[in-house]
């Protein structure tokens, strides 16, 4: 089945600090790999997407590359600011079109 | 930007009783969805629908909770007989080609059953 393995929060940062998020997965065929974010108090929106091997997805200064050879799509920004505090979910979808969410990763940036 | 609303924000009931959340979809998406999220836990499928059928439905998805579209506008979950283990937070979810580019969810519906 299909699987996604995130970095396990809470992450702490000071402001215009560099931030990683690691996801790896396991899928059958070939998925598509997503980044939602889910801010204080509302729902989980798309931050970026990417559907196939090396396709960089990008938003708000956030990037994620999807690697088939490691099957990750790490997230980083390069200055984080207070606003992006929220709650980062890694997912995938395949052909069964089901949205598989690894378990979230708190980030609080401190100014 | 078009958005896919919930209502409503947040609801409690009380153990036993029937409840139904609602959802309206974007209008020209054709794939409908529902996710909950147990407090401190991973976001969960529940139920995916087109066609005005389900397509696929998770295990958690038992007879207690059933899928409607009412109309051309609305996507409703029914819980019949709400459990404690039933508070979380619902999300509906809509897309316009099976969501391999992604899905839009709503905002969510919180459920504390007491």
């Known amino acids: 089945g299909n699987s996604v393995t995130q970095m396990e929060g809470p992450v702490t940062l000071s402001e215009e600090a560099f931030l990683t998020i690691n996801c790896t997965y396991t899928?059958?065929?070939?998925?598509?790999l997503f980044w939602y974010v889910q801010y204080p108090g509302e729902g989980l929106q798309l931050l970026l997407k990417?559907?196939?091997?090396?396709d960089k997805g990008s938003n708000k200064g956030f990037e994620a590359t999807y690697r088939k050879e490691t099957t990750s799509f790490h997230l980083e920004k390069g200055s984080v600011q207070v606003s992006d505090s929220a709650v980062y979910f890694c997912?995938?979808?395949?052909?069964?079109?089901?949205?598989?969410f690894g378990a979230g990763t708190t980030v609080t940036v401190r100014a | 930007e078009p958005e896919v609303t919930q209502t409503p924000s947040h609801q409690v009931t009380q153990m036993g009783q029937e409840v139904i959340l609602r959802c309206v979809p974007i209008?020209?998406?054709?794939?409908f969805y529902w996710y909950r999220q147990i407090l401190g836990q991973k976001v969960e499928f529940l139920v995916s629908?087109?066609?005005?059928?389900?397509?696929?439905k998770s295990e958690i998805f038992d007879d207690q909770f059933s899928v409607e579209r009412p109309d051309g506008s609305n996507f409703t979950l029914k819980i019949r007989s709400t459990k404690l283990e039933d508070s979380a937070m619902y999300f509906c979810?809509?897309?316009?080609?099976?969501?391999?580019?992604?899905?839009?969810f709503g905002s969510g519906t919180r459920l504390t059953v007491v």
């Open positions: 990417a559907t196939k091997a090396d």
């Open positions: 209008s020209n998406h054709l794939y």
């Open positions: 629908f087109y066609n005005n059928e389900i397509s696929e």
């Open positions: 979810a809509s897309s316009a080609a099976g969501g391999y580019y992604g899905y839009t």
């Open positions: 997912a995938l979808i395949t052909n069964d079109y089901k949205l598989s």
């Open positions: 899928a059958t065929g070939y998925p598509s």
